[in-house]
């Protein structure tokens, strides 16, 4: 073992004490570290400067995540409230307030537009990031939820805490699936396979355990475990899991219990884990201070024979698959971006942008890191090298390699090769090759220009007569008129008015207008799916709460002719929004462009699948 001197790879991060930190898992390049001195700064591992400086919050910064491009991070305070930054554009996204003690646990869904948070007040917050709200909470855990984890494909969210247990939850029903409750002590960390319907979970009671998820069993349990595991990770294989204690890192199998490897660090109490190039990224904070480490994963054992003395007492089966684990189903992955679109800022979010900041310290790293994102990509695209591997060793255990530098390449396209023995020529005619005269490029633009004037003219008819309505200051009889045109292009064009300003959304309207919108989510445009989607996501967010509330409501006493009227409205919406709800469950489960837009609605509507 050749382990480094700790000072030679330390920072100063922070003014004050360090109080969260972590690793960007996409790179295993970026770092972020928050502090009592409310300020979240961001690294780049390896480099001893920072690289860019967010303020905004005025309480200690108590834990931080990146989403999985690495292109935002959000931040939980002592206060209660996240702040959200977007690094490329360098600048505050989002304040969310709503917990009522400090943030303890943060996780971005797949998907990118929601986010998890958990708290010292033992409920569990699911955000969406671009309207700025609370969509549901989750109760259940009774102390602080340290850990938060979405599973691969955004359905489950897994949560570990201080009482003791995991809980799993479903996020489409919004209710819990089930409990783990084998550790004695504060689960510190959770996390989901890559592949397999697998959770693994680290506790102060020196264990590590894993969950099956078809079976809701627990298959495996470790001992040996030096101190209170902290981090857990899954190799990107699926094949293994590192656990990091105090000082040491461990390799586990499973199915049956095994230990395939033991490296003694000193990196004292790990604060996260991280894969790249083959390398162990690792990080840890004392005082004001940040220790970072490299782990040569070409030198740990992570398949083979069982190190003697740390699985006692328990006969090893002959595994039943490549890598000895038993064959689950896989998750289906989302195929959706992890950025999401941009929204309008409000007066409130240009209030919160000047009292928050992001001062770039490093310019020439921040460009490096976070600017060339906006740029046309590159064939290659950019490749980070490894860390500069240590010296070879004649013994055969596992090394610690000191971090010397992040080496990072731009490769540029080379020129496109020209086929051997291929003429283009011999495949195009003469007349494709030679450039149209005047004549013909007008002969060729004029094609089917009748037919469209004649289109446009009656949607220009057609648009002028809810026009004249509209004027009147009447938007359902607009609405009205454009629905009884049969002409879906003008519904589109009227609700993309409506979209715009929310407040004209009225009871009325969505009874009038949620029949236009099932036509429209399943139409072959894919504005017109836009649209549809926009406005279904309003309807769901400004009057769900009132026609739940309706249907539920006792009956009252006398006559309420305008209570009834209500009534009859909202349960008209709810028997159109039932109907909508199947179309928006099966284009979720389709892959394509709004598959992300679906599997929103779906989330928001819930309510309607109990």
């Not at 070409?298 to 002959?318: E, H, T, Y």
């Not at 283009?424 to 090759?433: I, K, N, Q, T």
């Amino acid at each position: 073992l050749n382990a480094p001197d700790p000072t030679n790879q330390e920072i100063v991060a922070h003014s004050s004490n360090v109080s969260s930190l972590v690793l960007g898992k996409a790179s295993g390049r970026l770092l972020a570290t928050g502090g009592e001195d409310c300020r979240v700064n961001i690294w780049a591992v390896s480099k001893p400067n920072c690289i860019m400086s967010l303020t905004g919050h005025t309480s200690p910064v108590e834990c931080i995540q990146f989403n999985c491009s690495e292109e935002r991070v959000v931040a939980g305070s002592q206060s209660g409230s996240l702040r959200l930054w977007d690094l490329e554009a360098a600048k505050i996204l989002r304040t969310l307030m709503g917990h009522k003690a400090s943030v303890c646990s943060l996780d971005f869904h797949p998907m990118g537009e929601y986010l998890a948070s958990g708290s010292v007040d033992s409920n569990i917050k699911l955000w969406d990031v671009r309207r700025k709200g609370c969509v549901f909470r989750y109760k259940g855990h009774t102390q602080a939820v340290r850990c938060l984890a979405f599973s691969p494909d955004g359905k489950w969210l897994a949560s570990a805490s201080d009482d003791s247990t995991v809980k799993l939850w479903d996020l489409i029903a919004g209710k819990m699936i089930t409990e783990f409750t084998s550790h004695t002590s504060a689960v510190n960390v959770v996390q989901f396979h890559p592949n397999e319907y697998l959770l693994a979970s680290g506790s102060a009671d020196r264990t590590v355990k894993l969950w099956d998820l078809e079976k809701f069993n627990m298959i495996s349990s470790s001992e040996g475990e030096t101190g209170v595991v902290r981090s857990i990770l899954f190799n990107p294989d699926g094949s293994c899991l590192y656990s990091g204690s105090e000082n040491t890192l461990r390799v586990y199998g499973w199915e049956p219990d095994r230990c395939f490897d033991v490296v003694h660090v000193g990196w004292g109490k790990v604060s996260d884990l991280a894969i790249s190039n083959n390398q162990m990224i690792a990080v840890s904070y004392s005082q004001n201070n940040v220790s970072w480490y490299v782990v040569d994963l070409n030198r740990v054992k992570k398949s083979g024979s069982v190190i003697q003395g740390l699985i006692q007492d328990k006969p090893i089966p002959a595994p039943t698959s490549a890598l000895g684990t038993t064959l689950r189903r896989n998750y289906e992955r989302p195929t959706t971006s992890c950025t999401g679109q941009e929204r309008s800022p409000s007066s409130e979010d240009e209030k919160e942008d000047k009292e928050s900041s992001a001062e770039i310290t490093n310019p020439e790293d921040y460009k490096e890191i976070f600017q060339p994102r906006s740029a046309i990509s590159r064939t290659p695209p950019k490749r980070t090298e490894p860390f500069t591997a240590p010296l070879e060793h004649s013994f055969s255990e596992s090394v610690l390699e000191k971090p010397v530098a992040v080496v990072t390449t731009s490769v540029t396209s080379p020129s496109r090769p020209v086929p051997i023995g291929l003429n283009a020529g011999d495949f195009l005619s003469v007349s494709s090759m030679d450039s149209p005269t005047d004549m013909e490029a007008l002969a060729q633009i004029r094609k089917g220009h009748d037919t469209m004037c004649v289109m446009l003219t009656s949607r220009y008819k057609n648009l002028d007569t809810v026009r004249s309505v509209w004027a009147s200051g009447d938007v359902k009889t607009s609405l009205d008129s454009a629905v009884s045109m049969n002409d879906l292009s003008i519904v589109v064009d009227v609700l993309n008015i409506i979209n715009r300003k929310p407040s004209l959304w009225k009871l009325d309207l969505c009874t009038s207008i949620l029949t236009q919108i099932e036509e429209l989510l399943q139409s072959k445009y894919e504005s017109y799916v836009q649209t549809g989607c926009i406005s279904l996501k309003l309807i769901l967010k400004r009057f769900w709460p009132l026609i739940s509330d309706t249907l539920t409501a006792p009956p009252s006493v006398g006559v309420d002719i305008t209570r009834e009227e209500r009534h009859r409205k909202c349960k008209a919406c709810y028997k159109q929004l039932k109907n909508l709800s199947n179309v928006v469950k099966n284009r979720a489960e389709q892959v394509g462009r709004h598959g992300s837009t679906f599997k929103e609605l779906q989330l928001l509507m819930a309510p309607l699948y109990c």
